[in-house]
C-alpha cells in the first residue's frame, strides 16, 4: 500500500512541475505615476503565486503532458495587464461515440491562451466575452473540433487589484481569506450529474446533445487582498473532497508567498481527491448530493483531478 501512495505522489509532483512560481518574473512589483503636484505616488501591482497538480482518471489511457490531465485541460498564464488561470473538463461519454473528450476542453483553453496573447488590450473585465471569443474559434476551425466540455476562468486584473470570473458547469472555484471563504462559485447543473457545457456536437447528435450557450455561464467580480489564496478546480476535486476539508488545507497558505508551499498543499489536495475518489466505503460530496436526488449511493468519484492553486501577493 505504501508503494501506490508513493507513486501518487510522485505522479502528483510531476504534475506540479507544470507551475508558475509566480505569474510575473519580478517579486515586488510596483507602478509609479507622477501626480501633478510632482509627488511621486506608489502603486503595488498585484501577483500570482500559483502551482498545479492533478491525476488522470486512469494512468493506462489518460494522457498527462502541459495543459492536460485526462479529460481535462488547465491554463496559467500571465500578460502584461493580467494573470489568467483556467480549467476545462471534457465530458467523458463523448468517448462511447468514437470522440475524444479531452480534444474539445484542450482545444478550447488553447484558443483563451491564444486570444489573450494577440488581443491588445484584451476586455478581461468581460470574461464570458473571452469565453464566447474562444468558443466561436472551435465553431469555425479548419479542423473539425467535437465534443463538449465545462469551463471556469479567473482573471486577476493587476490595474483594479479585481478578480473577473465566469463559470459554465461544475468545475469551480473558492476563495479563502484568514481561513473564511470570502468567494466561490456555485455549480450549474441541468439535473444531477449533468453540468452545464458547451458543445460542438458530431453529425447527428445536433438534436439530442446537451449545449449551452456561453452567455448562460455565471460572472462575478471582487477585490483581492494580499494573503488571499484561490483554489480553481474541477469537479474531481469537488465531488471528492468536502469544502471544510479543502478551506482547512487553503487556510495554511494565508500570507504564504514561497512557491514550494503552494506546491506542496496542490500536490496534497491532489493526493486526498484521488485516494478519496477510489474509496468504495466513503460518503462524498458526491454521494451525499445523488441520496439528495433519491439515489442510494456511496464511495467517491472516480474522476480526472485537476488543481489550480495561487495565492494573492500584493
Not at 457545457?197 to 460542438?200: D, G, I, N, T, V
Not at 468504495?280 to 460530496?285: A, D, H, I, Q, W
Given at each position: 500500500?505504501?508503494?501506490?501512495?508513493?507513486?501518487?505522489l510522485?505522479?502528483?509532483?510531476?504534475?506540479?512541475?507544470y507551475?508558475?512560481?509566480s505569474?510575473?518574473?519580478?517579486?515586488?512589483?510596483?507602478?509609479?505615476?507622477?501626480?501633478?503636484?510632482?509627488?511621486?505616488?506608489t502603486?503595488?501591482?498585484?501577483k500570482?503565486?500559483?502551482?498545479?497538480?492533478?491525476?488522470?482518471?486512469?494512468?493506462?489511457?489518460?494522457?498527462v503532458?502541459?495543459?492536460?490531465?485526462?479529460?481535462?485541460?488547465w491554463?496559467?498564464?500571465n500578460?502584461?495587464?493580467?494573470?489568467?488561470?483556467?480549467?476545462?473538463?471534457?465530458?467523458?461519454?463523448w468517448r462511447?461515440?468514437g470522440?475524444?473528450?479531452?480534444?474539445f476542453?484542450?482545444?478550447?483553453?488553447?484558443?483563451?491562451?491564444?486570444?489573450?496573447?494577440?488581443?491588445?488590450?484584451?476586455?478581461?473585465?468581460?470574461?464570458?466575452?473571452?469565453?464566447?471569443?474562444?468558443?466561436?474559434?472551435?465553431l469555425?476551425?479548419?479542423r473539425?473540433?467535437?465534443?463538449?466540455?465545462?469551463?471556469c476562468?479567473?482573471?486577476?486584473?493587476?490595474?483594479?487589484?479585481?478578480?473577473?470570473?465566469?463559470?459554465?458547469?461544475?468545475?469551480?472555484?473558492?476563495?479563502?481569506?484568514?481561513?473564511?471563504v470570502?468567494?466561490?462559485?456555485?455549480?450549474?447543473?441541468?439535473?444531477f450529474?449533468?453540468?452545464f457545457?458547451?458543445?460542438?456536437p458530431?453529425p447527428?447528435h445536433?438534436?439530442?446533445?446537451?449545449s449551452?450557450?456561453?452567455?448562460?455561464?455565471?460572472?462575478s467580480?471582487?477585490?483581492v487582498?494580499?494573503?488571499?489564496?484561490?483554489?480553481?478546480?474541477?469537479?474531481?476535486?469537488?465531488?471528492?473532497?468536502?469544502?471544510?476539508?479543502?478551506?482547512?488545507?487553503?487556510?495554511?497558505?494565508?500570507?504564504?508567498?514561497?512557491?514550494?508551499?503552494?506546491?506542496?498543499t496542490?500536490?496534497?489536495?491532489a493526493?486526498?481527491?484521488r485516494?478519496?475518489?477510489?474509496?468504495?466505503?466513503?460518503?462524498?460530496?458526491?454521494a451525499?448530493?445523488?441520496?439528495?436526488?433519491?439515489?442510494?449511493a456511496?464511495?467517491?468519484?472516480?474522476?480526472?483531478?485537476?488543481?489550480?492553486?495561487?495565492?494573492?501577493?500584493?
Open positions: 500500500m505504501h508503494s501506490v501512495y508513493g507513486r501518487l510522485s505522479r502528483s509532483i510531476v504534475n506540479g512541475l507551475n508558475c512560481s505569474s510575473s518574473s519580478s517579486s515586488g512589483r510596483t507602478a509609479v505615476a507622477n501626480a501633478t503636484n510632482e509627488n511621486v505616488s502603486k503595488s501591482i498585484p500570482l503565486v500559483s502551482a498545479v497538480a492533478g491525476f488522470p482518471k486512469s494512468f493506462k489511457s489518460g494522457k503532458r502541459k495543459g492536460q490531465i485526462g479529460d481535462d485541460a491554463l496559467v498564464k500578460v502584461d495587464s493580467a494573470d489568467v488561470l483556467a480549467v476545462a473538463d471534457g465530458v467523458g461519454g462511447d461515440y470522440v475524444d473528450p479531452s480534444d476542453s484542450l482545444s478550447l483553453l488553447r484558443s483563451i491562451e491564444r486570444i489573450t496573447s494577440i488581443s491588445n488590450p484584451c476586455n478581461f473585465r468581460n470574461p464570458v466575452d473571452l469565453l464566447s471569443a474562444a468558443f466561436r474559434e472551435l469555425h476551425s479548419k473539425p473540433i467535437t465534443g463538449s466540455s465545462t469551463a476562468i479567473l482573471i486577476l486584473e493587476h490595474e483594479s487589484n479585481n478578480l473577473f470570473t465566469v463559470n459554465i458547469g461544475d468545475s469551480g472555484f473558492l476563495v479563502v481569506r484568514k481561513g473564511q470570502v468567494h466561490k462559485s456555485e455549480e450549474q447543473q441541468h439535473y450529474n449533468t453540468p457545457q458547451l458543445a460542438l458530431p447527428g445536433h438534436g439530442s446533445a446537451l449551452d450557450s456561453p452567455q448562460s455561464a455565471s460572472q467580480q471582487f477585490a487582498q494580499d494573503g488571499d489564496v484561490i483554489l480553481l478546480a474541477t469537479d474531481g476535486v469537488f465531488d471528492n473532497v468536502p469544502q471544510p476539508v479543502l478551506v482547512a488545507e487553503l487556510s495554511k497558505l494565508g500570507g504564504v508567498k514561497d512557491q514550494l508551499c503552494v506546491q506542496q496542490a500536490n496534497s489536495i493526493l486526498m481527491a485516494n478519496l475518489s477510489f474509496d468504495g466505503r466513503y460518503m462524498s460530496p458526491f451525499q448530493r445523488a441520496r439528495d436526488y433519491g439515489i442510494r456511496v464511495g467517491g468519484k472516480p474522476d480526472d483531478i485537476t488543481v489550480l492553486l495561487a495565492t494573492v501577493a500584493i
